[in-house]
């Protein structure tokens, strides 16, 4: 693995009706819902390290704190930057910030762990 503190990513798309609170039922205005920002950050996290995991590793989210500060209607173009910001092991802390147009619209912190892929996922079928 060769994670250093400083990666960075960041995604951007234009507001649509799918992105919405009212879609995504967790609102009913038509403007950015709150879980359509938190996937971006996380998506935004995942692109950050992919290509510098080894074969069979991932990274699952295991924490987030997220400020979700200003409406962003349909139409908006909403950039969510992310950068490491801490390596503890295979924990790993990444700063976000979303922006649209006019101003922050959130920003906060989410943290992933790195795992051996084919273990999570037997892992996880032991649940069923």
Do not use: Y
């Not at 798309?13 to 950015?32: Q, R």
């Not at 979700?68 to 092991?89: F, K, N």
């Amino acid at each position: 693995m060769t994670l250093v503190p400083g990666l960075r990513a960041q995604l951007v798309i234009a507001v649509e009706m799918e992105d919405t609170a009212k879609k995504v039922g967790s609102g009913d205005v038509p403007v950015l819902a709150t879980p359509r920002l938190l996937a971006l950050a996380e998506a935004a996290t995942v692109r950050a390290v992919e290509r510098h995991l080894t074969p069979g590793r991932t990274s699952v989210g295991t924490r987030v704190e997220l400020e979700h500060l200003a409406a962003s209607p349909l139409g908006s173009r909403v950039q969510v930057g992310v950068e490491l910001i801490e390596i503890d092991g295979r924990r790993l802390v990444f700063a976000f910030e979303a922006h649209d147009d006019h101003s922050v619209v959130g920003k906060g912190t989410i943290e992933r762990v790195v795992v051996d892929r084919a273990r999570f996922l037997a892992a996880s079928e032991r649940r069923r």
